[in-house]
């Protein structure tokens, strides 16, 4: 039951992803409510495949990167509806629904339907998956404001008042917007590295083997760790944090294709 | 009767004579009961605002009442006479004098598309027009119409959405850059008009924080009273830079009196928080080096008015469609109107009746298949005359009513006692919400008889300028 409610997700978000991008080139508000319609039922069906797929596998919920990615763009989709809730900001759907649906396509590239056959001691890797998802979703929704930021402020720059000036917002809510999702990603990330050295440690006795995915992992939480002393101390925010958080995200994206190509290598 | 309006406008008069024909709030009521007074003249509503003074009215014959509310008109001002005015005034009767209603109210007509002053105006002539009595059962009905149009342009088109003048199109900008003006500190360098209007409609939108630089220091000192700010010395102006948001630059100074070091420095001040800096003097006195600078975003006099200029076309695009929507209005009204025809409603009352009796004659006849034919004449003939008894009163009051001054309410009342709804359309007085009101049957309606559509728009010095 979980594969027809999760294509079906699958098709409402690309539909969604198709009218918010309309959405960004057309004058009129309308298309918005219909995009948002679309995602808010897109992101009830999600729901119900994320359940679903959980009482099927009998498991806790993020056992493959199948599920992972799943969850990641589930979790996107939550944010937006939230932010769209307090901010009525259409145009962020514009940005983060083609990511959840970039994501979720991915996923569906990596779904298997058996269950997962893993042993007892690798359930506990849920919390490492879960809290580094989150960690991410709060550098991907980072990175979103920050390629928000740069086009508007190209748009400003350039005096360029199209409709898509007209519909992004102030530049400042977009620094802050980014300012959020890190200060929210960072500690969820850094809780979510210290809990996957514990599961290595159970597993295979050491905290850290220093692999290449793991070693990405920690550049980039350096890297993050950097980027928000930065913005505290000397003043690394606007146009600078947005350039440090579109390159961060794509050093997570590089750890994840890291995960990716290691579990596939352990496959075959 | 006719509904009609005679006016001018900004369009068609010049500010001499508008001022003339203006008529001040402490005389408004005798101006309505000297409109009232004149002979076939049934409802009067007076709008006088600095772009227009026009004269709504019910009137008996057309050509009479043109007559009178011109010679209204002419009597408001010793020193004006009706051949004075003839070739500033238009007339307008019917569908198209609601038609013009509607398109002032929604603020087609203005000085200043989409400038949201005038509902208000209408509002409170409305108010006194009501309360001197002045306005009856049409005007009413009428009035409120335009004011539910004017909302619904308001909401469904983007008519008032964007800036129009200069001064204002500064705000707009800063508000793309800070989504929030109340913690922001505006720096005033040099204090030309239009760098003023803008620091009061940036303090206007929130802004708190107001510091004022002028050569003349003295001078600074006042304006920084007025705008409740901090005047500063002249010599310190560089230093000040770093703490303002927003920086308005308008000095007769023939050199850059801000260049890209000053800013450059500033900006690592403020660790690259956002800079706004607005140079509205020609010569310009920001160096235009400014520009690629990082968080600073410098626009210059040229720019703002590409913005207006902009702004304007889309407010053109949006007047058309809000025009389509007083024209689907003028035709729902319309109907309304039409139902108020007395013949109409004689000719609905007759045979609503006659289909009442005869509905209910069958009934019982069919239960009295025995009767003789006679017998039958004779059951018919009294349900003939209960029906024409019943209603015989009805009709001679509508008949006498229908010349009087209440005539349109009797009919009204008419329709409602012996719900004549169907034939035609008609819809209760008090009803001004357009959403409830059905929008088929509408086409071709009224359509085509409005005033010509003027899209023209005019220009202006300053949106900010209030329009009364």
Known sequence: ?268 | MHVIVVGLSHKTAPVEIREKLAVPESRLREALSRLCSYPGVREGLLLSTCNRVEVYAVVEELEAGYGRVQEFLADTHLSLSSEHLTPHLYWHAGDRAIGHLFRVASSLDSMIVGESQILGQIKDAFEVALTHKASGLLLNKIVKKAISVAKRVRTETKIAETAVSVSYAAVELAKKIFSNLTEKTVLLIGAGEMAKLAARHLIANGVRQVRITTRNFQHGLELAQRFNGTAVPFEDYKTELAGADIVLVSTGASHYLVTADDVQRAMRQRMSRPMFLIDISVPRNIDPAVRPIDDAFLFDIDDLHMRVEQNREDRLREAAKAEQMVVEEVAVLGQWLQSLEVTPTIVALRSRTEELKRREVDKILARLAHLSSEDRAAVEALASAIVNKMVHGTMVTLKAEAKSSSGAAYVDAARRFFNLEETPAVYPPGQADVSELPDENIAGNGVGRLPEASLVQHTSKEQGRRVS
């Open chain 1, 1 to 268: 039951m979980s594969s027809v409610f999760f294509m079906l997700t699958m098709g409402l978000y690309f539909v969604s992803t198709v009218c918010y991008l309309a959405y960004l080139l057309r004058r009129a508000e309308t298309l918005s409510k219909v995009s948002l319609g679309i995602t808010a039922v897109g992101f009830a069906t999600h729901t119900i495949a994320l359940v679903a797929r959980m009482t099927d596998t009998a498991q806790a919920p993020l056992p493959t990167f199948h599920e992972a990615l799943s969850f990641f763009s589930w979790m996107l989709i939550l944010v937006f509806l939230a932010v769209e809730f307090r901010r009525q900001l259409h145009v962020l759907g514009s940005f983060i629904v083609p990511l959840a649906l970039v994501s979720l396509v991915t996923a569906a590239a990596f779904r298997s339907d058996e269950a997962s056959s893993l042993q007892p001691v690798f359930k506990t890797l849920w919390v490492h998956v879960t809290l580094s998802m989150l960690g991410t979703v709060g550098f991907a929704v980072a990175f979103i404001a920050g390629v928000m930021y740069l086009i508007q402020d190209g748009l400003l720059k350039s005096k360029r008042f199209n409709v898509l000036y007209a519909k992004l917002p102030a530049l400042d809510y977009l620094d802050h917007l980014n300012q959020q999702s890190i200060v929210m990603g960072f500690p969820l990330l850094t809780l979510g590295i210290i809990s996957g050295a514990f599961s290595a440690e159970i597993v295979r006795g050491t905290y850290v083997n220093w692999n290449p995915e793991q070693t990405w992992a920690m550049v980039t939480w350096g890297f993050y760790f950097a980027v928000l002393v930065g913005r505290l101390t000397i003043g690394w925010r606007a146009k600078r944090a947005a350039y440090l958080t579109i390159i961060g995200f794509a050093g997570v994206i590089l750890t994840l294709i890291g995960v990716v190509l290691k579990s596939h290598g352990s496959v075959s």
